[in-house]
């Protein structure tokens, strides 16, 4: 114990030891003590060392500690030392004490403090069973273990943090129990938990997807919540970093968070009154990080569906509308306002519905004003920050990405038509910008036009009617014409700022009002000194910095030449290759339209849609320009390069391409009309068989019951032989029972009203039938009349009328059968009346035996009925059969010939592109072959021999081939 009161601060009798000593004496009692007071005050000295002496602890006294943490774990107070030793050892926020009896040598040797807390944090985690043992003791609800336990894994994932994820991340519940730290009461172990997962969720997808799916969001909401929102203090400003490590480049958990409906919990985050003047530093920041979590949301990088949905919702729950209070208000300060135009510029982006809502918002002004042109009077006033102004054009920029309704209104402020002479409009703003003497201005009101006109010809045709007053007794010049004398005047007119970035927008400014625009090009080259200007840009050896220049000017001339229409004798497009040959040359237009894409601001300017910028020298390029001299450098390569015969050939190639495909759709068209008639002929069929089939199954009912009752007569008839000996029986019953001949009496009543009603359909059908046998001579008449040419057309035409007479002759069989079957059940029946006097009577058996043969009489001539009727059926379904049998060929016929369409289509395109290979095959053979022959006549001079010249060879030839045409005769 005496020693022990020595290292901690007790004068000792013996000489002093050094630090290195005292430490390997403190870890030998800490490795043989045998009483847990002994490790605790030697692991307590050691704590108090580790400052002083860091080397010497943690070389000698790391493995002791980690033995410590596994055998003495039930005492929290020696494990509360040992955690607050290996944190002093590893981490780099302790201030290091100098050694009192170091000298300056000595500390010249010693490693750096980065440097030991790396080594030691790998000495700690190579073996992944302390980290799990770490990890462990985050379940100890003691303060003095849990509290150093949660700073040891943050400085832990400070010094390595790759490979202290990896670890997390296959150790069971390692994750969660980190998540639970957010639960604990003792604010202090909570903020450090905060502080640990910033750590542990940085570039790790997988650990963010666990981090989100235990309920981080709904806790971090939660405790922004309490503690004041934007109010707050820097425990909000943690909640809100780890939000965005959370989600920033996580689609997944993005969609998460938008569909657990937090982006309406954001709305109240905005909330700002305006009388609020109380900007404190820490309001500040976090109101910058709650925009960029909102930025992050609806970024333009994330993927398109997700960015669409997160900006419905943002629109839905009113984010965006408060988003646009706070533009709109007064005494926000200025990178706040910057930021939240940045936030609302990627909200609307790209949103027709969110964009429709930005152009109605109007500043509280008097008179109001809309938000666009107070945004934009921000942008061309070049006392405004330079980062407020790029913030003022992305979001115009993104005001108009695919919103051609929005680019209408703005062209439409610049016509004479819609001018107001009484207010400021966008157009006025952005022209005024455009012929202003700075250059931002100038740079960033011909971007902001550009884009106005980006993928929309109509809106490019209509600017073309803009008309500028210049001067008073002037008249009057076209937009398009003013921006050609800016640009020729060039560096004679005295601006602010670089006279290159002036230059730069209005060249990148034509470049997309004439893309796809032929009447913009024949504008252009109306205007004789346009294009002598372009050409002596390009061909003038300049510095490194007009090397953009020239290279746009490069691409406007080889717009001029693509989106040629030969409108103009002097300037088509074989017209302007040649100046182009002739002039400056191909390979040097060539190479001069690649300084473009060469440049270093390109690549820059093409990775993301905001203008990023430090200095304003270096605004040069617009991010959707890039994506447009992407697609246009290749285009115009093609068209230089191309000659006059290779066009010919490409659009006849062209043209017949075209009449093939209308042919084919034209094709397409029928059989699409023939499908629809085919299915509706099928459907037709389809009910007609159900009705065939339902009229067949009545006609096998009916005849059953006919069978039935014919069965019950037959028996009614043998019974009846007998009624003379009986009959006196019968009347006696009928009598006894009173009932039984009223009731024959009404049943023969009923039976002979169906018996008239029987008579009159019969009446019916025969008249119909003789309708039909009219209607059929009518058709004999017609078809023998129009087949007299030939007996070949007579012999066909007697096969459609024999179904009809088939048809005639066996309804007139069924009518005369049933007529003969009437006839001989009356006559039945009137035998039975004439019968003696034994049959006067009205006995039981001759009423049943009257009213079977009624009903037979009723069932048989609904039978005959339902074979018409069948018969009518049989013959529509053949005639509908036969019309689709054509259809089917006619089908057939027509996908034949699709197929030989096709066939020759592809054999066409074949035939040029072989051709074309066969071409460049020969090319390169011939100058090969020039090559040797070019080398073989250099070795011939070389040795002496006399070589003639080609002049010489061709000559020789000539006279030869005179000699063998005169030689015959």
Request: aromatic share 4%.
């Amino acid at each position: 114990m005496n020693f022990l009161r020595g290292v901690m601060g007790g004068q000792s009798a013996g000489p002093q030891r050094s630090g290195a000593e005292t430490v390997q004496k403190l870890c030998d009692r800490v490795a043989s003590a045998t009483l847990l007071e002994d490790r605790r005050d030697a692991v307590r000295a050691l704590k108090s060392l580790s400052k002083k002496y860091r080397l010497e602890v943690g070389s000698q006294a790391m493995e002791h500690l980690i033995n410590v943490l596994q055998m003495d774990r039930s005492d929290s107070e020696i494990i509360g030392y040992t955690l607050d030793t290996l944190y002093n050892l590893i981490s780099n926020d302790v201030e290091e004490e100098e050694p009192a009896d170091g000298s300056e040598e000595e500390n010249v040797h010693k490693p750096s403090s980065e440097d030991l807390a790396v080594q030691y944090t790998e000495i700690f985690i190579k073996q992944p069973e302390n980290l799990t043992l770490l990890l462990s003791l985050l379940e100890e609800f003691d303060f003095h273990v849990r509290w150093p336990a949660v700073k040891l894994l943050t400085a832990l994932l400070k010094n390595l943090g790759p490979q202290v994820q990896q670890i997390i991340l296959v150790s069971p519940m390692g994750v969660s129990r980190m998540m639970d730290l957010l639960a604990d009461s003792r604010e202090v172990i909570r903020n450090d938990g905060l502080l640990l997962l910033q750590q542990l969720t940085k570039g790790n997808a997988a650990i963010q997807k666990i981090v989100a799916f235990e309920s981080a969001f709904e806790r971090l909401l939660d405790i922004i919540t309490e503690e004041g929102m934007s109010d707050g203090g820097i425990v909000v400003e943690d909640c809100l970093l780890l939000l965005v490590n959370l989600m920033k480049n996580n689609s997944s958990n993005q969609n998460f968070f938008k569909e657990g409906s937090y982006i309406q919990r954001m709305k109240t985050w905005f909330e700002v009154a305006e009388e609020n003047l109380n900007w404190s530093a820490q309001k500040v920041t976090n109101l910058h990080l709650m925009l960029q979590l909102v930025r992050v949301l609806v970024s333009p990088v994330n993927p398109p569906g997700a960015t669409s949905t997160c900006q419905k919702s943002a629109f839905q729950c009113g984010l965006l509308q408060q988003l646009c209070t706070i533009l709109m208000a007064t005494g926000v300060p200025a990178d706040i306002l910057t930021e939240t135009i940045n936030t609302v510029s990627e909200v609307i982006r790209g949103s027709q519905v969110n964009q429709d809502y930005f152009a109605s918002v109007n500043a509280p002004s008097n008179p109001p004003r809309p938000a666009i042109v107070v945004l934009l009077m921000s942008m061309v006033n070049e006392r405004q920050p330079f980062v407020l102004r790029c913030a003022v054009l992305y979001c115009f920029q993104c005001f108009l990405y695919k919103n051609q309704r929005g680019q209408a209104e703005i062209v439409a402020t610049l016509l004479p038509t819609t001018i107001d002479a009484n207010s400021i409009s966008a157009g006025q703003l952005l022209c005024g910008g455009l012929f202003s003497a700075d250059s931002l201005s100038n740079w960033c009101a011909a971007v902001a036009l550009a884009h106005a006109l980006q993928d929309n010809s109509v809106q490019k045709e209509q600017l073309l009617r803009v008309q500028l007053a210049t001067s008073l007794g002037n008249p009057p010049v076209s937009l398009l014409q003013q921006c050609t004398n800016i640009l020729s005047q060039g560096v004679k007119i005295n601006r602010r700022g670089s006279n290159v970035q002036t230059r730069v927008g209005l060249l990148m400014l034509l470049s997309t009002w004439m893309t796809d625009c032929p009447i913009a090009v024949t504008h252009f080259l109306h205007n004789q000194t346009n294009v002598p200007f372009l050409t002596a840009q390009i061909s003038e050896n300049l510095g490194e910095e007009e090397q953009l220049v020239q290279g746009l000017c490069a691409l406007l001339l080889g717009i001029c030449i693509y989106d040629n229409e030969n409108s103009l004798e002097n300037y088509t497009k074989e017209k302007l290759k040649q100046l182009i040959e002739k002039r400056i040359g191909k390979e040097i237009f060539i190479e001069k339209l690649a300084y473009i894409s060469k440049h270093e601001l390109y690549s820059r300017a093409g990775q993301k849609p905001q203008p990023s910028y430090s200095i304003p020298e270096q605004m040069l390029l617009d991010h959707e320009f890039t994506k447009l001299v992407k697609e246009l450098e290749v285009l115009i390569i093609k068209a230089v390069q191309k000659s006059s015969e290779d066009e010919k050939k490409e659009e006849e190639v062209k043209k017949s391409l075209e009449q093939h495909d209308s042919i084919v759709s034209q094709y397409k068209e029928l059989i699409r009309e023939q499908d629809m008639q085919l299915n509706e002929l099928k459907k037709q069929v389809t009910a007609l068989t159900t009705q065939n089939e339902q009229s067949q199954t009545t006609i096998t009912q009916q005849a059953a019951q006919i069978q039935q009752l014919k069965d019950q007569y037959n028996l009614l008839k043998i019974q009846g032989k007998p009624v003379d000996s009986h009959h006196h029986m019968h009347n006696e019953a009928a009598e006894i029972n009173g009932i039984q001949p009223k009731a024959d009496m009404e049943e023969i009543g009923r039976l002979q009203e169906e018996l008239e009603q029987l008579k009159k359909q019969h009446g019916i059908l025969e008249g119909q039938l003789a309708e039909k046998d009219l209607i059929i001579d009518k058709m004999q008449t017609s078809q023998i009349s129009g087949n007299k040419d030939t007996d070949d057309c007579t012999d066909n035409s007697g096969e459609p009328t024999a179904a009809p007479h088939k048809e005639l002759e066996t309804l007139r069989t069924l009518v005369q059968t049933q007529a003969a079957e009437i006839s001989q059940l009356q006559a039945k029946k009137q035998e039975l009346e004439n019968q003696p006097a034994a049959m006067t009577g009205l006995g039981s058996g001759d009423v049943d035996s009257d009213s079977s043969l009624r009903r037979i009489t009723q069932l048989e001539s609904r039978v005959s009925a339902l074979d018409d009727e069948n018969q009518k059926l049989k013959g529509q379904v053949k005639v509908l059969t036969e019309e689709k049998d054509s259809l089917d060929q006619q089908m057939t016929r027509t996908n034949n010939t699709v197929v030989i369409l096709q066939t020759d289509k592809s054999r066409l395109q074949q035939e040029v592109v072989e051709s074309k290979k066969e071409q460049d095959d020969l090319l390169v053979l011939l100058a090969d072959q020039d090559q040797k022959i070019f080398s073989l006549k250099n070795k011939l001079k070389e040795l002496g021999e006399a070589i003639e010249d080609e002049d010489d060879m061709e000559s020789g030839d000539q006279d030869d081939d005179d000699y063998d045409e005169d030689e015959p005769n």
